[in-house]
C-alpha cells in the first residue's frame, strides 16, 4: 500500500508540473527560440525547437520529480523507518518506462524526418530532393521562379552572383523581403561554410560543388552571415552583414549596383555552379 500510495503521490506530482512547465515554456520561452522568424526556413525551424523542447519536458520533469520525491520521502530521519523493502524489479513501472521512451524517439524521429523533407534551409546539394513549389512575388500575383543568387566563397571573404539579375557580382549580399531565393553555395579554395542564423540558412560550400538551398525572407532586417567551418588563419574574421530589402528597394540596388560594376563584370569567367580558379593552391 505504502509503494501504491507514493506512485500516485509521485504521478499527481508529475502531471501538475508538467503542465505548469509546459504552459510557461509555451508562452514565455518558445517565441524566443532560435533562429526567430527571419524567413519561412527559419520559422520552421523555431517550431521544430518548440516541439522538442515540448515533447522533453514530460521526461525531464519525471525523473527531477521522483527523484526529488524519493529523497524527500524516504531520507534517513534517524529512526531506522526510512528505508523501505527492497524490491527487485516492478513489471509495471518498467513497461511503462521502456513503452514511453520508444514511443518518444519514434514521434521524434518521424517528426524530424517529415520536417527535413520538407525543406529546412540546408544546403541538399546539386540535386536538392526538396524543390519547394515557385511562389508569388506579390500576394496574389501568379508564382514566378526563385531569385537564383550564387553564394562564393573563398579565403577569407563571401562575394554573391546574381544570374538571374544579368550576372554581375557584388561583395554586398542582398535580397528582396517575400521572394523565393534559390542559393547555389560553392567555393573558389577550401571548405567554408555560409550560414545566416537569421534566416536560417547553413549550407556547406565545397570547391568544385554546387550546393542548393532555399531561403524566403520574410521581413525587413540586416542579417549577419558568417563562414561556419574552420577554413584557414583568419576564419574567424571572415564574417559581414547582409541586407533584406523591399522588392523595390532591391531592384532599385540591382541597378545601380549593375552600372557599378559594369566596367569589370566582363572580365568575369562565364557562369557556372562552380569555378576552378588557377593558380589551384591558395594560402591558409
Known sequence: MRRLGDGRRIALIWLVTTTVA????????????PPGNGSKEASGQRFDNEVLTLTSIPLI???????????????????????GPPIRGHIRV????????????LFLAAFGTYELLGGA??????????????????????????????????????????????GFESAQFVLPVNRQVELH????????????????????????????????PTRIENVRFECAEL??????????????????????WVKSQRAFVAPVTKYLPKYSTSYLPQPAFRAG
Open 94 to 105: 518498467q513497461t511503462a518506462w521502456v513503452v514511453g521512451t520508444t514511443l518518444t524517439v
Open 231 to 252: 577554413c584557414g588563419l583568419f576564419h574567424g574574421y571572415m564574417f559581414d552583414t547582409g541586407r533584406i530589402v523591399s522588392q523595390s528597394a532591391f531592384a532599385a
Open 121 to 166: 534551409g540546408g544546403g541538399q546539394g546539386s540535386s536538392p530532393v526538396f524543390v519547394p513549389a515557385a511562389e508569388a512575388a506579390t500576394p496574389g500575383g501568379p508564382p514566378v521562379p526563385p531569385l537564383q543568387v550564387q553564394v562564393i566563397a573563398q579565403q577569407w571573404q563571401f562575394t554573391f552572383r546574381y544570374p538571374s539579375e544579368g
Open 61 to 83: 520533469t519525471l525523473i527531477f520529480v521522483y527523484f526529488g520525491y524519493v529523497l524527500f520521502a524516504f531520507r534517513d530521519r534517524g529512526d531506522g523507518a526510512g528505508d
Open 22 to 33: 509546459m504552459v510557461l515554456v509555451a508562452v514565455f520561452l518558445a517565441p524566443h527560440l
Open 185 to 216: 553555395v560553392t567555393s573558389l579554395d577550401v571548405i567554408h561554410s555560409f550560414w545566416v542564423p537569421a534566416l536560417g540558412v547553413k549550407a556547406d560550400a565545397n570547391p568544385g560543388v554546387d550546393n542548393v538551398a532555399y531561403v524566403t
